[in-house]
């Protein structure tokens, strides 16, 4: 099955190239027009992403783009493939770990606990753009930039009764879905709680069931999307969701430097409007979280330490095993921690 699939997906990539070269053959060579894709619809925040950084490509008379929103070129591990390809020369995506472990690298817990801190190690001019470029490179990609999403917290469904702030003496085994990736399963397991790794789109269904108690890796969308079901929500802070910017890398190193700067500082610019943006949905979320009746609960900053200390000395030992110690001193001289 997987040779059918991974010849379907050469089929579709030799077919937008040739749809691609016979619709550019006659541009000047002075016009670059590529392809620029991502798999989510109208009404995510990709897509207002990635109107903004069309619109300042106006600005140049050597850039064009074909924007292909929605999913049409292939959902977000196909985009990750076709831009490993040169297919699409440019997506925005999440980092596909079937095509290298290391890109597990994205779910590893408290490298950043609050906004300030996720700014500055994840922002523009942030090191671990440099940290996942050592790994892209080897795929013959390039991380432009790293868009912000939320922190994930941890949601308990209404009955329960717990409010879990105190690790992992509060835990007390409590049934908690995590994604079925074995970093988020091993983490909740040492914070104390009873691991059950489920799809994202079982995971209400579960809640409803009561077939776990609580749920992590919870963004505050999707906490209020969830709300008739829960009670309460602790937000542990324990994971940062982000997504790549990412470009093929010898199609981008072939580029003029003048249109590769233009590029550069348009998704620069356009990265720093998306971080303001992020923080300011989280924030409303939150609200309108607090406002459905759900108990929303901060933890203190020595409860996030005493979490955050198991977590390093348990989850990044794991993690230095697979991206090897390099990756993982960066790593925590960005997160402060070396």
């Given at each position: 099955m997987k040779t059918k699939f991974k010849h379907k997906k050469l089929r579709l990539a030799i077919a937008i190239s040739a749809i691609m070269g016979a619709s550019f053959a006659v541009s000047v060579q002075a016009n670059e027009r590529f392809i620029f894709a991502h798999a989510m619809p109208s009404d995510h925040v990709f897509h207002s992403i990635s109107e903004r950084f069309i619109e300042q490509l106006e600005e140049s008379e050597n850039l064009s783009v074909a924007y292909h929103p929605g999913g049409d070129l292939g959902d977000w591990t196909s985009l990750f493939e076709q831009s490993m390809q040169g297919v699409v020369p440019m997506s925005i995506t999440w980092g596909a770990s079937e095509f290298d472990q290391r890109l597990d690298l994205s779910w590893l817990g408290y490298v950043v606990s609050n906004w300030e801190d996720a700014r500055e190690v994840y922002g523009p001019g942030g090191e671990m753009l440099e940290v996942y470029n050592e790994i892209f490179h080897d795929l013959d990609l390039h991380a432009i930039g790293i868009i912000p999403t939320d922190f994930g917290s941890l949601v308990i469904r209404k009955g329960v009764g717990k409010t879990p702030v105190?690790?992992?003496?509060?835990?007390?085994?409590?049934?908690?879905?995590?994604?079925?990736?074995?970093?988020?399963?091993?983490?909740?397991?040492?914070?104390?709680?009873?691991?059950?790794?489920?799809?994202?789109?079982?995971?209400?269904?579960?809640?409803?069931?009561?077939?776990?108690?609580?749920?992590?890796?919870?963004?505050?969308?999707?906490?209020?999307?969830?709300?008739?079901?829960?009670?309460?929500n602790v937000l542990t802070n324990d994971y940062f969701e982000t997504a790549f910017w990412l470009v093929n890398k010898d199609w981008w190193d072939g580029l003029s430097a003048e249109n590769r700067d233009f590029l550069q500082d348009a998704a620069d610019n356009t990265v720093l409007w998306s971080w303001d943006k992020a923080e300011s949905l989280s924030n409303d979320f939150i609200d309108k979280v607090r406002e459905s009746g759900i108990n929303v609960v901060e933890l203190s900053d020595e409860q996030i330490d005493a979490a955050a200390k198991i977590v390093h000395e348990t989850e990044w030992p794991v993690m230095e095993e697979l991206v090897g110690p390099e990756i993982m001193s960066k790593l925590r001289q960005a997160a402060g921690i070396e």
């Amino acid at each position: 099955m997987k040779t059918k699939f991974k010849h379907k997906k050469l089929r579709l990539a030799i077919a937008i190239s040739a749809i691609m070269g016979a619709s550019f053959a006659v541009s000047v060579q002075a016009n670059e027009r590529f392809i620029f894709a991502h798999a989510m619809p109208s009404d995510h925040v990709f897509h207002s992403i990635s109107e903004r950084f069309i619109e300042q490509l106006e600005e140049s008379e050597n850039l064009s783009v074909a924007y292909h929103p929605g999913g049409d070129l292939g959902d977000w591990t196909s985009l990750f493939e076709q831009s490993m390809q040169g297919v699409v020369p440019m997506s925005i995506t999440w980092g596909a770990s079937e095509f290298d472990q290391r890109l597990d690298l994205s779910w590893l817990g408290y490298v950043v606990s609050n906004w300030e801190d996720a700014r500055e190690v994840y922002g523009p001019g942030g090191e671990m753009l440099e940290v996942y470029n050592e790994i892209f490179h080897d795929l013959d990609l390039h991380a432009i930039g790293i868009i912000p999403t939320d922190f994930g917290s941890l949601v308990i469904r209404k009955g329960v009764g717990k409010t879990p702030v105190n690790f992992p003496e509060d835990g007390q085994n409590l049934k908690t879905r995590v994604p079925p990736v074995p970093i988020a399963i091993d983490r909740f397991n040492s914070l104390g709680f009873a691991s059950v790794p489920i799809p994202l789109s079982e995971v209400y269904t579960a809640l409803q069931l009561g077939t776990v108690d609580a749920r992590a890796f919870s963004t505050a969308v999707e906490t209020y999307q969830q709300r008739d079901v829960l009670e309460t929500n602790v937000l542990t802070n324990d994971y940062f969701e982000t997504a790549f910017w990412l470009v093929n890398k010898d199609w981008w190193d072939g580029l003029s430097a003048e249109n590769r700067d233009f590029l550069q500082d348009a998704a620069d610019n356009t990265v720093l409007w998306s971080w303001d943006k992020a923080e300011s949905l989280s924030n409303d979320f939150i609200d309108k979280v607090r406002e459905s009746g759900i108990n929303v609960v901060e933890l203190s900053d020595e409860q996030i330490d005493a979490a955050a200390k198991i977590v390093h000395e348990t989850e990044w030992p794991v993690m230095e095993e697979l991206v090897g110690p390099e990756i993982m001193s960066k790593l925590r001289q960005a997160a402060g921690i070396e």
